[in-house]
């Protein structure tokens, strides 16, 4: 039986066994992606180490390296609510950048979680890659597992979608992987019964993916020429197996978020009616809890410039929250809850996650605001269904005094009810439930062809947003230089309160997101413009110098977040004449052009607001 530990037990006893194996503990990054515009989030602990997985440069903590990185995913936000999705959760991981390979790697995983974890070894089941035309099975990894006991039963093979990792976005280093389940001792569901079925027999806590391979923009895997080591452990899983729980909400990381949630539905002031059946009230509770946790960490996030909004990764934020929304008011909870719960979110985990405490203002305000607008967008929804209900009523009463023997008309039609839904907000069940209060159905199949039509309207807008599109290609990698040069002429124009709050870059166009309180003139615009591009003209020198972050400061560097282990080593890129004389120099991941002469001709195509206090400009390098 595995031992019983707290979150913060397991996180420290995974970091201390790597670093005890030669790994370098590094910081977590933020969950907005640097550079990679084909995703809204950081989905795992390898994403913001993709540069150095692909050998493009130097991880400046070395080639072993341990973390515990924040993950958004939502490809599954409509699972919520069942016992195991999330759409926030923490992952432990452990690198190897063409050191270590495999031998180490499962030996290690296997050390960890029988000796450090006490799992039984009879309780491990895995899996393994079990190879396609071109790409061999993983015999190594069966050899390995083998002869740290695993017998052949508890071995599986498996085919490319269970076990094949990444790449995380659309392109980049992927490869082959094996993975470890608890057996949980329930009953098989059937014959076919094995890891990887969702039944809840087998749980997956880890995953060793070998990184030997590049996706590329066309589709195809090449041979990355490094053999690296990328593996996962998810924390709330990890966690909910040792301590024997049923679900992750039972674990101690969601203990202080539920009692929130039940203090805020037995208030005197919550009308805490909610008779809910049972399935209802678990699934309202474990949806305000999820979407809470993870709008939080959004927008407490450091690096920061995701709010709520229509598109993106603003519209996924905005989704999380009205959803946690509509299930609080399910559940009898009083507006104004958003901002409780992020309190109580952001004191659990501020000692792990210090940008909550810094950016608690900005998440307090933002939560409060999302809330109230989407407050009034509901009664105004209310509104416009009573109206959908007194037309169809006076329409009724029309036609039967013309026609005594007329059906009185008791449906919404599927346009009415996706009207509501795309224009106030109202989903389905909600606007059934309203319905059947006033005596009334709603022609779902109808609502449906509607959701459909308009579905597949979206998919085809985000395929062109994201067609031809490489992470780190070439006109990233110059954007993301640009970048810097102008968060840097903007403070040389505007002052040096112009801090970076967001950036987003494509291969068309950067994204900027900065505090100014006012709109820039054409004057500052121009200012701007040319200062950059005297940088470009002067090709400068791109250079890359690791130190700490005290160590960064003192040479002058901006630095956007800060980092928790001070020794830490961090890239720092200066572009300018040396390391002394320069125009700018900031602490960052990279990657970056090699001299800004490349860069081509910089000009700003737009200046707007983005939020209070914030302008955002949108630019692009013409050849
Ligand atoms: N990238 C792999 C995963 O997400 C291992 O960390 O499972």
């Known amino acids: 039986m595995a031992m019983k530990i707290t979150a913060d037990q397991l996180r420290e006893k995974y970091l201390r066994f790597f670093e005890s194996k030669g790994h370098r503990i590094i910081s977590g990054a933020s969950l907005i992606p640097e550079n990679d515009p084909t995703v809204l989030f950081t989905t795992a602990g390898m994403h913001p180490l993709v540069p150095y997985l692909m050998g493009k440069q130097e991880h400046p903590a070395g080639t072993r390296l341990t973390d515990v990185q924040k993950c958004v995913r939502t490809g599954d936000i409509d699972e919520v609510g069942d016992s195991a999705h999330l759409t926030f959760f923490e992952m432990l991981g452990n690198w190897s950048l063409n050191d270590y390979f495999k031998k180490e790697a499962i030996s290690w995983s296997f050390e960890f979680l029988t000796q450090h974890l006490g799992f039984s070894p009879e309780q491990l089941n895995v899996t393994v890659f079990q190879g396609e035309p071109g790409i061999p099975a993983d015999e190594e990894a069966v050899g390995i597992w083998k002869s740290l006991g695993i017998p052949e039963e508890r071995i599986f093979r498996l085919p490319r979608e269970d076990n094949w990792w990444g790449p995380a976005g659309e392109t980049g280093p992927c490869g082959p992987d094996t993975e470890m389940f608890i057996d949980t001792g329930k009953d098989k569901c059937g014959p076919d019964c094995r890891p990887g079925c969702h039944c809840g027999k087998y749980i997956e806590i880890w995953n060793d993916v070998f990184m030997q391979y590049n996706k590329t923009a066309e589709g195809k895997f090449e041979p990355l020429g490094r053999h690296n080591v990328d593996t996962g452990m998810g924390v709330e899983r990890t966690i909910c197996m040792m301590n024997g729980l049923p679900t992750v909400y039972e674990t101690d990381v969601f203990a202080p978020i539920m009692a929130k949630i039940d203090e805020l539905r037995a208030s005197p002031s919550g009308d805490g009616r909610a008779e809910l059946d049972q399935a209802s009230l678990t699934r309202s509770r474990r949806v305000v809890a999820d979407h809470m946790r993870t709008a939080t960490f959004i927008l407490g996030d450091q690096k920061g410039g995701v709010t709520p909004g229509n598109i993106g990764a603003n519209y996924v934020l905005r989704r999380l929250i009205r959803s946690a929304v509509r299930h609080a008011r399910k559940l009898g909870i009083e507006p104004g809850f958003t901002v409780k719960m992020a309190e109580t979110i952001i004191d659990e985990y501020k000692h792990v996650y210090p940008e909550l405490d810094q950016n608690r203002e900005r998440v307090t305000t933002e939560l409060l605001a999302e809330e109230t607008r989407f407050g009034k967008t509901l009664d105004e929804g209310k509104k416009e269904f009573d109206k959908c209900i007194a037309g169809i009523q006076r329409g009724n009463e029309f036609r039967a005094a013309k026609d005594p023997s007329f059906v009185p008309v008791t ?24 319905a059947k209060e006033a005596g009334f159905t709603v022609d ?43 968060h840097k002429a903007l403070k040389v ?11 987003n870059i494509t291969a068309e166009r950067l994204r900027l997101d900065f505090t100014h309180g006012e709109k820039m003139t054409p004057e500052q615009i121009k200012a701007v413009e040319d200062l950059v591009n005297e940088q470009i003209k002067a090709d400068l ?12 400061r003192a040479a002058g560097a901006t630095a956007l977040f800060s980092s928790k282990y001070t020794d830490e080593k961090l890239s720092v890129y200066t572009m300018g004449r040396s390391t002394t004389d320069f125009f700018s120099k900031e602490v960052c991941t990279g990657p970056h052009v090699e001299h800004t002469g490349v860069l081509g001709h910089f000009k700003i195509k737009k200046e707007e607001s983005s939020s209070a206090g914030v302008r955002r400009i ?6």
């Open 541 to 552: 020198p791109v250079t890359r110098e690791m130190m700490t972050l005290d160590e960064a």
């Open 444 to 486: 779902v199949a109808g609502y449906e062809e509607c959701f459909k039509a308009h579905q597949e309207l979206s998919r085809a807008n985000v395929g062109s947003a994201k067609s031809g599109l490489a992470e780190h290609s070439e006109e990233t990698t110059a954007l993301h230089t640009a970048t810097h040069l102008l």
């Open 493 to 503: 124009v505007l002052g040096d309160h112009c801090n970076q709050k967001g950036s």
């Open 618 to 623: 949108k630019a692009v390098l013409e050849k």
């Open 411 to 434: 449906q919404l039609s599927g346009k009415q009810a996706f009207r509501l839904y795309d224009t106030y907000g109202y989903p389905l069940e909600m606007t059934q439930e309203l």
